[in-house]
């Protein structure tokens, strides 16, 4: 059974979350192993569920900014168990790996969405690309 087919067939099993959420799963682990563990000492690439919880946060930012927590939501993602229901789903369906220390447990209550997405935009000048760039930064930190 080719990759399509077994993605296929993981959404008729599991209809709860859109397409494009184990897309952006997939993509998100791609930028934990090239931005949060990058340069870590470590025997493997294995990536743990906190540490593909804290690379979709920042992965969800820098692609969607203000509107992140809108973004997963609309995908079926509203908690961080959500993810954690996606990646064991691409487990199941044999489209990702795993260790047997890994549990669903993993991604219980890591994060609040509705804290770690209340993000506010601060804009800069880039005058070298002559062009405006927005950083997001939490609304706490804002505030102070």
């Known amino acids: 059974m080719t990759a399509a087919e077994k993605f296929r067939k993981l ?10 959420a184990y897309n952006f799963v997939y993509e998100a682990l791609d930028f934990t192993l090239k931005n949060v563990i990058k340069g870590t000492q470590r025997t493997s690439q ?12 920042q992965y969800a930012i820098d692609q969607f900014g203000c509107m992140a927590r809108t973004v997963l939501v609309s995908w079926g993602v509203q908690a961080t168990a959500d993810i954690g229901e996606i990646v064991f789903n691409l487990v199941e369906h044999d489209l990702m790996g795993r260790q047997e220390s890994d549990s669903k447990a993993d991604f219980l209550d890591v994060y609040a ?5 209340d993000v506010a935009p601060v804009f800069c000048y880039a005058p070298d690309r002559k062009e405006w760039k927005a950083a997001y930064v939490a609304r706490a930190h804002q505030q102070r």
């Open 11 to 20: 959404l008729q099993a599991d209809a709860r979350y859109d397409a494009e």
């Open 46 to 57: 294995h990536v743990t569920g906190r540490e593909l919880l804290e690379g979709v946060r």
């Open 113 to 117: 969405f509705d804290e770690v997405f």
